[in-house]
């Protein structure tokens, strides 16, 4: 194994386990909408945390010299949709605002006079003058550079619909997901494949709360998982990198697990932008090793105790399920190794759900428009059927498209979305990757799920996104299958996890090489 | 148009710093001085409000209201729209229609001179634009137009497109030039309406022209915003294109007092308009562990013994609801309430 592992140096132990903010209040671990108000300090075995909003700490330099790589090897990382440029600046001022409330003799941001600001950060030596909304004048995109004052990962979500979409960012610590891929999804969406979450109504819990977060009323939760090494970045995209180290963290010596397994925390707090009306997520992250955990000795115990209790499903998505056992057993040293039940596992959500029989058509629209995409006699028959029970409600026109792969024929749909009024109605039918892309395209002309109606006719291709060569592609396959990118040719795997919006289901490297 | 009286104070160059942000940007109950006051038309005045030092204020989104105490009682308060487009202001502008019926707005009318305290509350967001709009279709009846100036100014700010309705009685449409200003520029245009079939026509036509992706907004008063949503649903609008508010914004209402017995003790509690059941039971020593003070994260959940709940939460079941043996006591409340602490 040639990956480079690092391990910081002892000396600057003290202060991290101290600030580290521990996250398990009790011996058993479950989803919960763990949410409290921002601003009060918790304490901890250790110390405390969560004074502040934004926490600078020593690992500053660092962690801001990491990110500035990341980005530069991957521009997905950083991502604002048109829509979101104004809650950009809302949330560059907003954070600039925390670290001036926060660190008042290290930071400062003054009004000029109209929109012209100056900010300074005597941390960076770094001046700004700049006018609000003026890319120009700051010289860069402003989560773009918010992202270059803070260790801080920020998101962005926008509210429509009772809706929240994660619409910009600025993300290179994700612990095992995919930002580029993830931009445009909603929450609900985006949290599919989260074991538990949905039957417990944790999530939805969640979404109506953040829905209802007002201005200055910040929020943080904390969410946790395992790493080895310290390794800040552990994205879909960088699998290659840091998933072989799951294998690798079993053959090594006890000691050298100590050091190489994290206890990863991350510290969000959710502020509801005061202008935009956006939310932003800031996502703090923290690693302590067992080796460092181990002595605080609540911690010790309760983490063992948590890593034991904590069920197969949770493990699995976590990612941790291969080493936990171990992990536990390394904390509480000569208790009897944690087997764990065997619950079977659930069935993957986060797939499409597809009519068996073609929808009827929403009679309450103006106006349609029935897209038929491709030769399947199905495809045409349910097209049909469509446009006789449209005709009746409103002007109805048909499309009829060869493949969304050609030029000519993509040109064709998009143009017909250009020309729609709104209270029209869009009807697609087609294989998967058709009719997929074909709902991407007219969310992308502005559609919400209410105008919208898909039937699928054959379920063997699909749109796919790599999260290495970074587009879609169409593939024939299904999701858990694996298969050859045609864009980078590595050998993928296919998620089951969607992004309606983009119009794609993800892959990732295969975690194992057919031999 | 009478003169606007101006009082002086306003800092030039605010410096954010020292103090935590947000206590800063205050949103809570809080003092504010009357700053200007100008009558629009025969039964409209403009007012706008300023910190007692001037200072920089809470930004708000478009749509936003703010919340007066009318009189010194403090148990009276309605809620205003603000005319601005929210970006970092150093006053609060609300229009308000003298209604003539004893109610905050004759107060506000009769009461309030430049340089007078008034009681404050927020601004909170209830009528927000949806973020990714490809155009805007602005709808305002009469007064109604103060949410809907709000909304215009910051698409200008902007550099959006919109479409605007004013339906109004001539001689009685405030800001109408500040609105026609507006539609000076490219992509904005002003539709105005004297009658009520004018405004029906001006409507119908309106909904079924704009471009893929809009959105509607209106404001105004309750015939003309059924009007608005059946016309609007007559052009095949799904409703979650179709915003609007109503003159008195729904306010999570602050409730009527009542008493709580605590089992264990005996101890009689009151609890306040307007003061959660949590706050009171911490206040007396009786423990209750607490996260989210907003009824989702269920933390503060109770045994209750006897009583009526009102529930006012997002965690509680139908079935559970209807059992009545347990509440989340920082939203629901009650009457004849004996909690098992």
Not at chain 2, 59 to 88: E, F, K
Not at chain 2, 169 to 181: K, Q, S, T
Not at chain 2, 192 to 217: C, K, N, P
Not at chain 2, 221 to 250: M, Q
Request: aromatic residues 8%; proline residues 7%.
């Amino acid at each position: 194994m040639t990956t480079a592992l690092s391990v910081p140096p002892i000396h600057a132990l003290k202060g991290r386990i101290a600030a580290f903010p521990y996250p398990f209040p009790e011996d058993t671990y479950r989803y919960s909408t763990n949410v409290e108000p921002a601003n009060t300090p918790n304490t901890t075995a250790a110390g405390g945390w969560g004074a502040t909003i934004i926490d600078i700490d020593e690992d500053y330099h660092a962690e801001l010299a990491e990110r500035a790589t990341v980005l530069a090897a991957d521009p997905t990382r950083h991502a604002v949709l048109p829509h979101m440029r104004p809650a950009a600046w809302d949330a560059m001022l907003t954070v600039m605002g925390e670290l001036a409330g926060a660190y008042p003799d290290r930071m400062s941001l003054r009004n000029l006079g109209g929109d012209v600001w100056r900010w300074h950060n005597a941390i960076l030596d770094d001046t700004r003058e700049f006018r609000y909304g003026d890319e120009a004048s700051l010289g860069q995109e402003p989560l773009a550079y918010i992202t270059t004052q803070v260790q801080e990962d920020i998101a962005l979500l926008d509210q429509r619909n009772e809706q929240l979409y994660v619409d910009a960012g600025v993300v290179t610590f994700a612990a095992d997901w995919s930002f580029g891929f993830d931009v445009g999804m909603s929450f609900l969406e985006i949290h599919g494949p989260v074991p538990r979450v949905r039957r417990d109504g944790v999530i939805t819990r969640a979404h109506d709360f953040l829905k209802r977060l007002q201005p200055h009323q910040p929020y943080r939760r904390t969410n946790w998982t395992l790493t080895i090494g310290h390794r800040l970045d552990v994205s879909t995209e960088r699998y290659p990198d840091w998933g072989p180290d799951r294998e690798m963290i079993q053959s090594v010596a006890d000691d050298e697990f100590g050091r190489l397994v994290n206890l990863r925390v991350e510290v969000q707090h959710l502020i509801r932008l005061p202008d935009s009306g956006a939310l932003m997520f800031l996502i703090r992250t923290y690693m302590l090793s067992l080796e460092e955990l181990a002595t605080v000795e609540d911690w010790r115990v309760r983490t063992a105790q948590v890593l034991a209790a904590l069920p197969d499903d949770m493990a699995e998505y976590k990612g941790i399920i291969k080493y936990r056992d171990r992990a536990a057993r390394w904390l509480t040293e000569a208790a009897p190794a944690a087997t764990g039940g065997h619950s079977p596992r659930e069935p993957v959500p986060g797939l499409p759900e597809w009519p068996t029989v073609p929808p009827a058509v929403d009679v309450t629209g103006a106006s349609f428009l029935i897209v038929s995409i491709g030769q399947d006699p199905q495809t045409s028959h349910a097209a049909r059927g469509w446009v006789r029970a449209a005709e009746s409600a409103g002007p109805t026109r048909m499309l009829v498209l060869d493949s969304l792969a050609a030029d000519a024929d993509a040109t064709a749909l998009r143009q017909a979305y250009g020309e729609l009024r709104t209270g029209s109605r869009i009807l697609v039918t087609g294989s998967q990757y058709a009719v997929m892309m074909a709902l991407a395209w007219a969310y992308d002309a502005g559609a919400i799920s209410a105008e919208l109606t898909a039937f699928v006719t054959d379920l063997g291709d699909l749109p796919m996104y790599c999260a290495h060569c970074r587009d879609i592609h169409r593939v024939v396959g299904a999701p858990g299958g694996v298969v050859t990118c045609p864009g980078c040719s590595r050998r993928v795997q296919i998620h089951g996890h969607h992004a309606p919006r983009l119009g794609g289901f993800l892959a990732s490297a295969a975690a194992e090489e057919p031999s | 148009m009478t003169a606007a009286v101006r009082v002086p104070g306003h800092a030039a160059a605010p410096v954010i710093g020292g103090a935590h942000q947000h206590p800063g940007y205050a949103t809570g109950r809080r003092e504010m001085r009357v700053v200007e006051i100008t009558e629009l038309t025969a039964g409209i005045k403009h007012f706008r409000f300023a910190a007692p030092d001037g200072s920089m204020l809470t930004p708000y989104a478009p749509g936003s209201h703010i919340i007066i105490t009318i009189g010194d009682g403090g148990d009276r308060r309605n809620a205003y729209s603000l005319v601005d487009d929210g970006m970092y202001p150093t006053t609060y502008a609300i229009s308000v229609l003298r209604r003539g019926e004893g109610g905050g707005s004759d107060w506000l009318h009769e009461h309030l001179v430049p340089g007078m305290a008034v009681e404050i509350e927020g601004p909170r967001s209830m009528f927000a634009p949806v973020g990714d709009q490809r155009h805007a279709l602005l709808v305002a009846g009469g007064v109604g137009v103060t949410p809907v100036l709000s909304h215009a100014r910051a698409l200008l700010r902007d550099g959006n497109t919109a479409e605007i309705v004013y339906s109004y009685r001539p001689g009685h449409a405030a800001h109408l030039e500040d609105l026609r200003a507006i539609a000076d520029r490219p992509g904005i245009a002003l539709f105005e309406a004297h009658t009520v079939d004018d405004t029906v026509a001006v409507l119908r036509e309106r909904l079924s022209q704009q471009r893929f992706g809009t959105h509607a907004y209106a404001c105004g008063p309750g015939p003309l915003l059924e009007t608005y949503t059946d016309l609007a649903a007559e052009a095949g609008w799904p409703s979650a294109r179709v915003h609007l508010e109503r003159f008195a914004a729904p306010e999570q209402d602050a409730g009527e007092p009542f008493t709580v017995r605590v089992a264990s003790t005996g101890a009689e509690i009151d609890v306040p308009p307007g003061v959660s059941l949590l706050q009171r039971l911490l206040e007396n020593g009786v423990p209750v562990s607490n996260m989210c003070r907003q009824g989702v994260c269920g933390e503060c959940r109770i045994p209750v013994s006897s009583g009526d709940i009102t529930h006012r939460d997002l965690v509680l079941s139908e079935d559970e609801r209807a059992a009545g043996n347990t509440m989340l006591c920082c939203v629901s409340r009650g009457t004849d309430i004996e909690v098992d602490l």
